[in-house]
C-alpha cells in the first residue's frame, strides 16, 4: 500500500442477513400484539418511514472521478429527531440500513431516549482508499444528504469503518452549508469540537454494566465471574480491560484468527499491549482454539463481540456458558435464542447490552445543545444510572410475563413509539 494510504480501524461487522430482518420484524409484531396495538401498528413501524438512496461523485487522487451509492434510513421521528451510525463498507445494503435503523428505534426506546432510529451507510472499502479520498467521499455525503439531517432532524454518528475524524469533517462540511457551527448536528466527535467524555469506551462499559446487573439477579459476583470474549476490537478489548479491572477473570478471547482459552484467567493488560491495530493478538500463541470450538467452552458468561449469527441452532446444544451477552448486533439467531431460554440460560439481548454508545452520543448531543460539557466521571455515572435501570426492567418484566427477556426488551422500546404515533393521529 502506498504512503498516502491508511486503514481505519473500526467494527469489521459485515451485512447484516435478511433473516436477521426478518426475525427481529417478527419479534417486533409480537411485542406490538402483547402490547395491544393492531397490525397497522406494525405495518407503519416494520420499516422506516423514509429511506433516502444518494449518488455521490469523487474524484480520485489519480484524477477519475468514482461515484459511490450511499443511504440514510430514518425508522420513526414520532418522539424527537432520528439518531444512528454511518458505515463505510463494501456490503453496505439498504436492507441492512433499514434493519438497523428498526434496532435503533428499539435501543433508544429502552433507554427512553429522545429519538427514534437511523442509519447510514456507503458502499466502499475505506481500507483501500487514501485519506483524502475518505474526506472527499465524507462531505460529498454530507451534502448529498443534507436537507434530511440536522441536529433537530437527524443526528448522525460512527460506525463500521468510521471514526471520529470522519465525523470532524462531516462537521465542517454540515457548518459550511448552513453557514454557522452546528456541533449538535453529529456525535462521536473528537473533544475538541464539541466530542464528550467517555464515548470511546462507552459500548464496552454499558455491556460490563449489564453483565454485572444480569450477574447479581442470578446470584453471582462479578468478582472472579469467568468471562469469555469473541472479538477483540474496540468493543472486546476495552471490555476485557474493565472486566479484568472489576476482578472478573477472562478466560477467553477471540479474534479473526482464533481463539485462546485458560480457566484460571488470561493476562489482559498484556494481550492488550501485545495486539495489533485491527485487535488481533491469538496469532501470537500456538495453542489456539478454532473460532467454532472457542464457542463452546465453559464459562460463567459468553459475550459475543463480533458477528452476526454466531450462535445457532447448529451449535446451541453445545453452548456451555451460563449466560449470553450481546455486545455484537444479532450473533444469536432468534430460534437458538428461544432454545437457551428453555434451557435456562439467560440471554441478554443486543438491544439492551450494547446501547452504551448511542446513550453516551445523546449526552454528548446534549452537551453540544447546552454548551457546557461534563466529566467523564459525570458521563460515566449517568451511563450508569441509564444501564442499570434498563437491565432491571427487561429482567424484571421478562420474569413477571414469563417470556424471553428480547421480547420484553422489544416491549419496552417498541411502546413509546406506538403510542406517541397513535397520539399523533398516524394510526
Not at 38 to 53: A, H, I, M, N, V
Not at 110 to 125: A, H, R, T, V
Request: charged fraction near 20%.
Amino acid at each position: 500500500m502506498s504512503g498516502n494510504k491508511r486503514i481505519l480501524i473500526g467494527a469489521s461487522q459485515p451485512a447484516l442477513s435478511e433473516g436477521v430482518l426478518a426475525s427481529t420484524q417478527k419479534v417486533v409484531h409480537e411485542a406490538l400484539e402483547r402490547l395491544g396495538y393492531g397490525e397497522s401498528y406494525y405495518e407503519l413501524l416494520k420499516e422506516p418511514l423514509r429511506l433516502l438512496t444518494v449518488r455521490i461523485p469523487v474524484r480520485m487522487d489519480d484524477g477519475h472521478v468514482q461515484v459511490f451509492t450511499g443511504y440514510r434510513a430514518q425508522h420513526t421521528d414520532a418522539v424527537g429527531p432520528t439518531k444512528g451510525g454511518i458505515r463505510f463498507h463494501p456490503s453496505v445494503t439498504a436492507e441492512e440500513v433499514s434493519a438497523l435503523s428498526l434496532w435503533m428505534t428499539l435501543k433508544c426506546g429502552l433507554f427512553d431516549l429522545p429519538y427514534g432510529g437511523g442509519k447510514g451507510g456507503i458502499i466502499c472499502d475505506p481500507r483501500t482508499m487514501s485519506l483524502g479520498e475518505v474526506e472527499r467521499l465524507a462531505r460529498g455525503y454530507v451534502r448529498a444528504i443534507s436537507q434530511i439531517v440536522g441536529p433537530n432532524k437527524d443526528i448522525p454518528a460512527p460506525d463500521v469503518y468510521t471514526n471520529a475524524q470522519i465525523m470532524a469533517w462531516m462537521l465542517d462540511e454540515y457548518s459550511r452549508i448552513r453557514e454557522y457551527d452546528s456541533p449538535g448536528f453529529i456525535t462521536g466527535k473528537p473533544l475538541v469540537i464539541g466530542g464528550s467524555q467517555g464515548r470511546e469506551k462507552a459500548t464496552s462499559l454499558g455491556v460490563a454494566i449489564s453483565i454485572r446487573e444480569a450477574a447479581a439477579q442470578q446470584g453471582l459476583a462479578i468478582k472472579g465471574l469467568k468471562v469469555c470474549i469473541q472479538g477483540f476490537g474496540n468493543v472486546g478489548s476495552n471490555l476485557a480491560e474493565i472486566l479484568d479491572q472489576w476482578g472478573a477473570l477472562v478466560v477467553g478471547i477471540s479474534d479473526v484468527h482464533g481463539g485462546i482459552y485458560d480457566e484460571n484467567g488470561l493476562d489482559v493488560p498484556n494481550l492488550l499491549d501485545r495486539r495489533d491495530s485491527f485487535g488481533s493478538v491469538t496469532n501470537l500463541f500456538s495453542k489456539r482454539l478454532s473460532n467454532s470450538e472457542y464457542l463452546l467452552q465453559p464459562c460463567d458468561v459468553l459475550v459475543p463481540a463480533a458477528l452476526e449469527n454466531q450462535i445457532t441452532m447448529d451449535n446451541v446444544e453445545k453452548i456451555q456458558a451460563k449466560m449470553i451477552v450481546e455486545a455484537a448486533n444479532g450473533p444469536t439467531s432468534l430460534e437458538a435464542s428461544n432454545k437457551l431460554h428453555e434451557r435456562g440460560v439467560l440471554v441478554v439481548p443486543d438491544v439492551l447490552a450494547n446501547a452504551g454508545g448511542v446513550t453516551v452520543s445523546y449526552f454528548e448531543w446534549v452537551q453540544n445543545n447546552q454548551g457546557y460539557y461534563w466529566t467523564e466521571e459525570e458521563v460515566n455515572r449517568k451511563l450508569e444510572s441509564k444501564m442499570v435501570e434498563a437491565v432491571n426492567k427487561v429482567l424484571a418484566l421478562s420474569k413477571s410475563r414469563t417470556i424471553t427477556p428480547r421480547l420484553a426488551a422489544y416491549m419496552l422500546g417498541v411502546q413509546k413509539y406506538a403510542e406517541a404515533s397513535r397520539l399523533r393521529g398516524w394510526v
